[in-house]
């Protein structure tokens, strides 16, 4: 049997959802989690395909971050592709808005902001 260098391998590509197969309910499960929430803002703010997962600064381990950005990808939110090494990421802004209207600028919206309703 031939030596196996352990990471050698290629790795599944993403799967991604159309933002079209997704329900509000699942929608908004993806952005409840502040963890996810940050992941957005975060992308958002950015250049698309120039963060790499392990970029972010949110507080979970790598194993939790891959769940994150599943889930993610799951609600139509983010899209990804493998760069070399890395896995970098999209924020899906026109399929997502598309699908659901408003949503995601309310999403980032900053935090503080409170209407006068």
Known sequence: ???QVAGA???AAPVHTDP???SV???LS???DPVRLTLIRELAGSA???RSCGSFDVPVGKAALSHHFSVLRGAGLVEQRDEGPKRVNRLRREE???RFPGLLALLLRDEGAVDAE
């Open 30 to 32: 993806a952005v409840s």
């Open 48 to 50: 698309d395909w120039t």
């Open 25 to 27: 309910l699942t929608a």
């Open 1 to 3: 049997m031939p030596n």
């Open 96 to 98: 997502f808005e598309k």
């Open 20 to 22: 079209e197969d997704v």
């Open 9 to 11: 391998g290629h790795r």
